[in-house]
């Protein structure tokens, strides 16, 4: 491994050992949010959560998520898989056949992937899963570093190793090693995905995936990753566990109409899915949400409301990012039902804690407008995050 690499896991690794003082904030699907210091259970017997003042049993379907410290990307090699999964850290290894690949994540260890569930390994972490395309007719590539750019090379993966990635490029008579600062990404052609799961984790290290069986113990969390490697998750290094099973997020839907302008029209960061304007995790008020959607003002997105669904929440603030600039935005933030303001969230500013726009009536077929306006003064930082926009069920009834 290389000296730049050791030094890069050292800061991330030695990072885990940070007190979570603050404990967990679990946001219930009746629009409730608790902090707990202890969470205990798993998704058949249900989470005890142990709080200052006792400790209350709650059901798996009654988890809408479970917020822990802030996250952040490192700068480490990142890799994308078909389900959607994010894994960081550096090749450690890998199988002769040249099946699998393992990481070391500064979160989870040594991990090993399927090397057909792979989408990208991208050593520059500003990088999105797309942003290296491969050529019409080519199923893989690797983008090597050539002067300011790159050079694609199609050819054929052999194997995955510490020396990195051992290629043959088309028309060479063997493959050869490529070390990570050789290479820009390896790309892969399109894979089906697997089916959906309704638990996500999101380290503090920016990392996601599905989480299958999740159960919580006094070491961390534990479940499956990628349907087979075994993972625990320590306390303090939990950011998010989003819990999807009979709701739908707003994120995981394709807006009816979005409408976005800058101070002056021009449109210069849009809105993106389960991230920040800006490409990084969602973090608001030192916590991370796994769902979401990142955005600047002014942008109107616009959703329909799901089949089966007649709740609607969410909360809103200004994304932690924003307390790096040397200004102090604010935004105005609104929700429209059917064509009405039911909630609105005036002079949202950095470092405050997300507004809570309440528990909202809504029927299959109404629509629902996620607006955010300027406040005072221009536009400039209005990164603002809408935090878990969830679709819900209708809740039980009281007698």
Request: net charge negative; glycine share 14%; with cysteine.
């Amino acid at each position: 491994m290389s000296t730049w690499w050791a030094g890069c896991l050292a800061a991330w690794f030695g990072g885990a050992a940070t007190a979570q003082g603050a404990g967990f904030e679990v946001a219930l699907r009746d629009g409730s949010t608790v902090v707990v210091q202890q969470i205990r259970g798993d998704a058949q017997r249900g989470f005890e959560l142990q709080g200052a003042t006792g400790k209350r049993q709650v059901a798996a379907g009654e988890l809408l998520a479970i917020h822990g410290v802030a996250a952040s990307v490192p700068e480490l090699l990142t890799t994308f898989a078909s389900g959607g999964e994010v894994l960081r850290g550096p090749i450690v290894g890998g199988d002769s056949a040249g099946a699998r690949v393992e990481l070391l994540s500064p979160t989870l260890g040594r991990v090993s992937i399927a090397v057909d569930r792979l989408v990208a390994v991208l050593t520059d972490r500003t990088l999105g899963p797309t942003a290296l395309r491969l050529p019409n007719g080519v199923e893989e590539a690797l983008f090597v570093r050539a002067g300011g750019g790159y050079d694609i090379l199609a050819g054929t993966l052999h194997q995955f190793g510490e020396l990195g990635v051992r290629f043959q490029p088309d028309g060479n008579a063997a493959p050869k090693w490529f070390g990570s600062g050789d290479f820009l990404g390896l790309v892969f052609s399109a894979v089906p995905p697997p089916p959906p799961s309704p638990v996500w984790m999101l380290t503090r290290t920016a990392e996601r995936f599905a989480l299958q069986a999740p159960a919580a113990t006094e070491a961390g969390f534990r479940g499956k990753l990628l349907g087979d490697a075994e993972v625990l998750v320590s306390p303090a290094d939990v950011a998010c566990l989003s819990f999807g099973e009979g709701v739908v997020f707003a994120s995981d839907l394709e807006p009816k109409a979005v409408d976005e302008s800058g101070c002056e029209g021009e449109v210069v960061l849009p809105w993106q899915r389960d991230r920040s304007v800006v490409g990084g995790p969602l973090v608001a008020f030192g916590r991370a949400h796994g769902k979401g959607l990142g955005v600047h003002s002014r942008s109107r997105l616009v959703f329909t409301v799901p089949a089966g669904c007649e709740r609607f929440w969410t909360r809103v603030g200004l994304d932690d990012c924003v307390l790096q600039l040397p200004m102090q935005p604010a935004a105005v933030a609104r929700v429209v039902h059917n064509g009405k303001v039911v909630f609105r969230a005036d002079d949202l500013r950095a470092g405050q804690a997300p507004r809570d726009c309440g528990m909202l009536a809504v029927a299959p077929g109404d629509e629902i407008a996620l607006e955010v306006d300027f406040g005072k003064g221009r536009d400039l930082g209005d990164r603002v995050d809408w935090l878990s926009p969830v679709f819900l069920p209708a809740g039980p009834r009281r007698p």
